[in-house]
């Protein structure tokens, strides 16, 4: 199911998406927080990532060479660490210590607990800076190795988005990948609104970037754009994917930005997915 191990079935992908939904609303119930709205919306971008594009190793995952992925959209990092554990980079039973004091996986990420990770994040608008500055320093030193980074539709209110935007295109960085989880809701209310309806794929290409938007809930369009990768020469490239929460009452809904499951939504969900979480599979 890797680069490494060789192409995945793209009919395997929305199972795996599931199966990460489940482990994130598990989580967010065990660990009383979970930024539910912002973590199931962006699972199958993370899938679709990590299962069909990016090159990493999980019995070397801080390899020369490698790719990087930094999750901008710190807060949603429930399903970064579900996907970690799917790919083998993370055993699967560490997930029970989701939001834990003290543990490996706080629901924020950070490197000093997870050292894989190649980022701290939780302050919106900075993984792309960083992930542009990391690509340029490589290039410096003849290295190889892309860069994906996943951020929110409502983090690109951040003015500091487009200081990256402006020198990852200054600097023809057509090994970075921005990938935008646009699900259409911020904190206190609905990105478009807030955000005065202008397209953001539209931005990025008045940012000197070259910029897709997809359907972000078709894992085959998905994949197809990240094979498209760098869309144009010499210019980062920019997926816009409409995605949703992938559960039902909680697709559009603004109060699951922060609103913890109780046990009859964890049921609710976890039935309408039909997937059990990862932590709590019998072949652990």
């Given at each position: 199911?890797?680069r490494?191990g060789g192409r995945?079935d793209?009919?395997?992908?929305p199972?795996?998406?599931r199966e ?6 598990q989580?967010?119930?065990?660990g009383?927080?979970g930024?539910l709205s912002?973590?199931?919306s ?7 990532l990590?299962?069909a ?12 060479g490698?790719d ?21 980079l993370?055993?699967?039973q ?6 834990r004091a003290?543990?490996?996986?706080p ?18 608008g900075?993984?792309l800076g960083?992930?542009a ?7 410096l ?8 980074v996943?951020?929110?539709?409502g983090?690109?209110?951040e ?6 935007a402006?020198?990852a295109?200054a ?13 259409g ?7 478009d609104?807030?955000m ?6 539209e931005k990025?290409r008045?940012f000197?970037?070259?910029?897709r938007?997809v ?6 369009e ?8 760098p ?8 997926i ?7 559960v ?8 699951w930005?922060?609103?913890r ?21 019998d072949d652990?």
């Amino acid at each position: 199911m890797t680069r490494y191990g060789g192409r995945p079935d793209l009919r395997e992908l929305p199972r795996l998406e599931r199966e990460v939904r489940a482990t994130c609303v598990q989580m967010a119930y065990d660990g009383k927080e979970g930024h539910l709205s912002s973590s199931l919306s962006q699972a199958g971008l993370l899938v679709a990532l990590y299962h069909a594009w990016l090159r990493i190793d999980p019995a070397r995952p801080k390899a020369a060479g490698r790719d990087r992925f930094f999750l901008s959209k710190g807060h949603a990092c429930a399903s970064l660490y579900a996907v970690l554990a799917q790919r083998g980079l993370l055993p699967r039973q560490a997930l029970r210590e989701y939001n834990r004091a003290g543990g490996a996986l706080p629901s924020h990420p950070c490197l000093h607990a997870l050292p894989l990770l190649e980022i701290s994040s939780g302050s919106l608008g900075q993984s792309l800076g960083v992930a542009a500055g990391v690509l340029y320093g490589l290039r410096l030193k003849g290295e190889a190795g892309r860069a994906a980074v996943l951020l929110g539709d409502g983090e690109c209110n951040e003015g500091s988005v487009w200081e990256a935007a402006m020198f990852a295109a200054a600097h023809g960085l057509d090994r970075l990948l921005a990938v935008v989880d646009y699900n259409g809701l911020q904190a206190v209310g609905r990105s478009d609104e807030l955000m005065g309806h202008t397209r953001l794929e539209e931005k990025f290409r008045a940012f000197g970037w070259a910029a897709r938007e997809v359907d972000g809930t078709d894992l085959r369009e998905v994949v197809a754009a990240l094979d498209a990768v760098p869309f144009a020469p010499g210019r980062p490239s920019a997926i816009v994917a409409r995605t949703r929460a992938g559960v039902s009452f909680m697709d559009g809904n603004v109060l699951w930005h922060y609103r913890r499951p109780s046990a009859e939504d964890l049921a609710a969900a976890l039935a309408e997915l039909g997937e059990r979480p990862l932590h709590l599979r019998d072949d652990l």
